[in-house]
């Protein structure tokens, strides 16, 4: 039996389901494919070169950085069978998997020395975290260093895929493919499980590569995890499984050309467990001999795939291709050291996409009008949206058909719009938000929901490391156009686990919008403009305030703007007028302000921010300077907050207008709101709290 039989055998012997052993290709010896395995060695001396030149030259490639010393025949037989209209996610040390897509090693080392010219980040992010649109090439979206996190974003593509499948929006020459790579320390991320759980369930065109050296920086797979990747993932229902010996590149490639060719034909999930040698270094900066012995690094050592390949070979033909890899290799390297610095006055360049959405249009109250309150406000936008964009779609707990979310802020429209475009998810606050990600690289526009803000966190690695970063490190290529809303603030006793307030935290993220509106009109004005923009925005939407049923919010009651109103981000409202000092506020502090003021007529101007971030800091300012004396009001608990920290801004600019120090006032610094109504009552500002203070404020 020749090697490359006993490859086909023993990948057959792997295989989890018959019907995905059926899809095997079995490649005889034949001319094309000897020309595929000198091709492949081509690209692994490429790969073990540059691998040999970063270490001879560690001064220079000063940037940590992993490398593909000992996966690169598996990486090579999934970027050979990558189409340009398929979609990947590569992880941090898939150097060999980006040569094998036809990315040139001196594009690489652009990223390597963090250089100006650099495509994927413009000398943003370390080596091998690349992210491209580049014709002929696959799809490579942002992703963080890839230990777990990127599982949910990429299934994401896949869940977009299949929407813009099934909607007739996908137009590729075959069925595209989203391939998730990631190593075997991370699959014990709970975020990787949100995801497979996701991708089973809806039966999503995905292959999730797992390439397990046995390490995870210096923790053994012994002493991490219970069973392997193969093992873990038959948990998951309906999810095939590939075991592949990933040093071999012919049995890699007819593994990976097996899973491939299902997931294109039957659209459902495939997971390949490639097991590899490590003969490089964690990264650069993590040296092996720190912490494995002489005995494990001569183990993986006789698993080099190098020699494997090499083999098959003619010998000629391979000392030939050896001289050119090593030849190309110098010459590129030194060509990308003497590529120039990126351009220090850069460094502010992508934080976001430009957003259409400048100026206020539309009717804010239309002739013949009725009133609405805010929760409908919020359903008929998001309904008009859906008419209007068929790439739209809607999900998070609750929302589908059933119920309409626990505020009935979705009511009837999934009935409107199907269950393939409005629907519930399971408790799982990180997928809600990052496959956003995902769904955004594939052209899918995304509205989700977070219950309540007391449960965001579950999301907050995605939010940040994901969604906040990705415009900034691709230098502009995938800003994430997503609309996340959640319901926020407390009234009538929701208690510590539905009160919450959480906008300080939300804004110490660089790369997110902040919306909090206070009315009907603003509310359905700003959910189009958050939908447009081309940014992630977060709206906090105050649920005492959806129904106006809290005394003294009336107002928040309006008069519904037309399907065409749209109301920019960024720009602050004068709320009321007045001749004596202003209140600086937001969400239900408008109402609190508002009646404390009647109590001094004429002498209170009150300033409505709607927008947290970007903030309109020049009507602030100039509000400030016109009267001298300033109260910033918010819900939240006031240590450390916002509202602390627009006080020192307002301070700083406007210090020589001043008649009297800016004070603050907000909840009292508790950890949770307490469930009994009194205790709530006695932690929340309310408008005779407001009041005194703005007495102690005009007698200053």
Not at 79 to 93: A, C, F, N, Q, T
Not at 117 to 146: L, M, N, T, W
Not at 191 to 220: M, R, T
Not at 306 to 326: D, N, S, V, Y
Request: negative net charge.
């Amino acid at each position: 039996m020749s090697s490359h039989q006993n490859s086909f055998t023993v990948l057959k012997d792997s295989i989890s389901n018959p019907t995905l052993e059926a899809t095997i290709t079995h490649h005889e010896q034949d001319t094309a494919f000897q020309a595929l395995l000198l091709k492949a060695y081509r690209m692994m001396c490429l790969a073990r070169n540059m691998a040999e030149k970063y270490e001879a030259n560690r001064p220079i490639c000063k940037y940590v950085h992993s490398t593909s010393s000992g996966h690169e025949a598996i990486q090579i037989a999934a970027g050979l069978l990558l189409k340009p209209w398929d979609y990947v996610s590569p992880y941090y040390r898939d150097d060999s998997m980006m040569l094998a897509m036809g990315f040139s090693p001196y594009t690489l080392m652009l990223q390597l020395l963090a250089k100006g010219e650099d495509p994927f980040s413009a000398g943003r992010s370390y080596y091998c975290h690349p992210s491209s649109r580049e014709a002929g090439k696959p799809v490579i979206p942002h992703q963080s260093s890839a230990t777990g996190m990127q599982v949910i974003p990429t299934t994401g593509m896949a869940q977009g895929i299949q929407y813009l499948e099934s909607v007739g929006l996908m137009d590729t020459p075959e069925s595209p493919v989203v391939l998730c790579s990631l190593g075997d320390g991370s699959v014990t991320e709970g975020e990787v499980s949100e995801a497979l759980q996701f991708a089973v369930l809806k039966g999503l065109p995905v292959i999730y590569l797992v390439q397990d050296n046995e390490w995870g920086i210096s923790v053994s797979s012994a002493e991490a995890r219970a069973m392997d990747a193969f093992e873990y993932a038959a948990g998951f229902k309906g999810l095939e499984r590939i075991r592949v010996d990933g040093s071999d590149f012919e049995a890699s490639y007819h593994a990976m050309e097996s899973a491939m060719l299902y997931v294109r034909t039957e659209r459902k999930p495939v997971l390949v467990h490639a097991t590899t040698p490590l003969l490089g270094h964690h990264t650069s900066g993590v040296r092996k001999e720190w912490y494995r012995t002489t005995d494990d690094l001569s183990k993986h050592q006789m698993r080099d795939p190098l020699p494997r390949l090499k083999q098959l070979l003619e010998p000629g033909m391979a000392l030939k291709i050896e001289q050119e890899a090593k030849q190309r290799i110098d010459a590129e390297f030194e060509a990308a050291c003497n590529s120039p610095e990126p351009d220090i006055t850069t460094v502010a360049d992508h934080v976001f996409a430009p957003t259409p959405i400048a100026e206020e249009v539309g009717e804010r109250i239309p002739v013949n009008g009725s009133k609405v309150v805010m929760v409908d406000a919020a359903l008929h936008a998001i309904e008009e949206i859906m008419h209007a964009y068929p790439e739209a779609i809607l999900f998070g707990q609750d929302v589908g058909r059933r119920l309409g979310g626990v505020f009935r802020e979705a009511a009837t429209l999934a009935e409107k719009f199907g269950d393939h475009r409005v629907y519930n998810t399971a408790i799982q606050e990180a997928y809600i938000i990052g496959s956003t990600v995902g769904l955004s690289a594939v052209g899918v526009k995304p509205i989700v929901e977070v219950q309540f803000a007391d449960y965001i966190y579950p999301g907050f690695n995605q939010l940040v490391s994901e969604i906040s970063k990705s415009c900034y490190l691709t230098a502009g290529k995938f800003p994430i156009q997503t609309l996340i809303r959640v319901p926020i603030g407390a009234y009538g006793g929701g208690g510590p686990y539905h009160s919450g307030s959480v906008e300080s935290t939300l804004l110490s993220i660089k790369g997110i919008k902040i919306v909090y509106p206070s009315n009907a009109a603003d509310l359905k004005g700003l959910m189009k403009a958050a939908f447009l923009d081309p940014n992630p925005v977060v709206m906090l939407e105050h649920k005492g305030l959806y129904w106006s049923k809290v005394p003294g919010t009336l107002e928040a009651m309006t008069i519904e703007p037309a399907a065409d109103y749209i109301l920019p981000l960024g720009k602050g409202r004068v709320v009321q007028e007045g001749d004596g000092m202003c209140i600086i506020t937001y969400g239900m502090g408008v109402y609190w302000a508002k009646a404390a003021a009647a109590a001094y007529p004429g002498k209170v101007e009150i300033i409505d921010l709607r927008t947290l971030y970007p903030l309109d800091e020049e009507l602030i300012f100039a509000t400030v300077r016109k009267h001298g004396k300033c109260l910033v009001l918010t819900e939240e608990q006031l240590n450390n907050s916002f509202a602390e920290s627009l006080a020192g801004r307002i301070s700083l600019e406007c210090f020589r207008a001043l008649d009297a120090p800016v004070m603050t006032m907000g909840a009292m610094d508790l950890p949770a709101v307490p469930l009994n109504m009194a205790l709530e009552k006695e932690m929340l500002p309310n408008a005779e709290k407001v009041g005194a203070k703005i007495g102690e404020l005009l007698r200053y």
